[in-house]
Nanobody
Framework: QVQLVESGGGLVQAGDSLRLSCAASERTFSSYTMGWFRQAPGKERDFVAAINWSGENTNYADSVKGRFTLSRDNAKFTVYLQMNSLKPEDTAVYYC??????????????????WGQGTQVTVSS
């Protein structure tokens, strides 16, 4: 079973940047598509971004396109979510997830089998 640990969250002001990291426990990390989802209080967990095993294919939610960039380092078993031009509406708990659909940067919640515990991102206006 893959264990995922997120880090990098915090409190920032609107317009600032943050980089989230997600470290995986397994050497089979490169076999997984990796994704990020977020959940604001009282709302459902929504897709943010995904990257396939090689990093060649990515998908982003419309709300973050042009502001967020997802990348991965398979040698370090880690994915990075660079978040720029943050807005108050980006405030949420951000979750890293792994999908065995390794060649597709899937946006579907149900495709993800393994989840991290989440990291809080708060953007003040």
């Amino acid at each position: 079973q893959v264990q995922l640990v997120e880090s990098g969250g915090g409190l920032v002001q609107a317009g600032d940047s943050l980089r989230l990291s997600c470290a995986a426990s397994e050497r089979t990390f490169s076999s997984y598509t990796m994704g990020w989802f977020r959940q604001a209080p009282g709302k459902e967990r929504d897709f943010v971004a995904a990257i396939n095993w090689s990093g060649e294919n990515t998908n982003y939610a419309d709300s973050v396109k042009g502001r967020f960039t997802l990348s991965r380092d398979n040698a370090k078993f880690t994915v990075y979510l660079q978040m720029n031009s943050l807005k108050p509406e980006d405030t949420a708990v951000y979750y890293c997830a792994a999908s065995i659909r390794y060649n597709i940067a899937t946006m579907k919640y149900d495709d993800y089998l393994y989840w991290g515990q989440g990291t809080q991102v708060t953007v003040s206006s």
